[in-house]
């Protein structure tokens, strides 16, 4: 399962709605996010810090 399939964001990708600067609610893909094509258990096991850990 990717990051993205569990991401909160993920809405704001399907529907191309993206972020600009970081804090934005919505998707980060354009600011650098590799959760479309990361394998990652962090939707079973959470966020370290609220930000990453794969």
């Not at 529907?15 to 354009?30: M, R, T, W």
Request: with cysteine; proline share 4%.
């Amino acid at each position: 399962k990717t990051v993205h399939e569990g991401c909160d964001r993920a809405g704001y990708y399907e529907q191309a709605d993206f972020a600009h600067e970081y804090g934005s609610p919505k998707c980060i893909v354009k600011l650098g996010c590799w959760g479309p094509v990361v394998n990652c258990n962090v939707t079973k096991r959470g966020w370290m810090a609220g930000i990453g850990g794969c």
